[in-house]
């Protein structure tokens, strides 16, 4: 799907990333979106057999520089995301292609909301072994290594610092990553890969979404 064209693109948009180089270049980044778009597109279509999925998405290159110390116009990336069809699916799918060997895919939940974050807390709280088996399981290890995320220092309010599963309370994001090199994205088994990837991080979405629709006694949420 992808060539040496995306990848040279953005090597030459990291180094000359200004609105006036970028306007004279505008066809040789409509050539490197188009590809990673029919790549985006050609997962969409073989995930949604494995899963349902409610849409997928490119981001937008540019940058929203009004409240970043960095005001670089674009990004030196592309990257989309896909979306899981219904209340009883939760988690998002995600890949950014970027050169470099920074190539990552994956997903999670990057920010939930405050009701949904207490929710995780609470069933931590009650029970990390699930969680820790999901994430010790060898094809979870083999793919992303770790869950990661931000933590907040000690311990969330009205959860004790000393309890046993702390580590895990600590999280306010949950996501898993698999990096990439250059020579991997651009070999034609990049799409095998990237769906490999994303069925390895199914047992964790289907376990997230257990929890968040239920209650805390298991009863389901759902209307």
Known sequence: MLSQTTFSFLNDLA?????????????NYDLSRS??????????SQLDVVDKIENSKIFRINR???????KSPYKTNFSGYYTRLGDSRRGSYYMSIQPGNQTVVGGGFYDPSKEDLFRIRKEFEMDQSIITQITSDKTFKLYFDELRGDRVATAPRDFDKEHPHIKWIQMKQFYAFRSF????????????EVMKTFVAIRPFFDYMSDILTTDLNGESILK
């Open 64 to 70: 929203d520089v009004r409240f970043s110390s960095n």
């Open 35 to 44: 590809q990673v778009l029919a790549l985006i597109k050609e997962v969409h």
């Open 15 to 27: 180094a000359n990333n200004t609105r006036e180089w970028f306007t004279l270049h505008k066809k």
């Open 181 to 192: 090199t250059d020579i991997e994205v651009l070999d034609p088994s990049f799409t095998e």
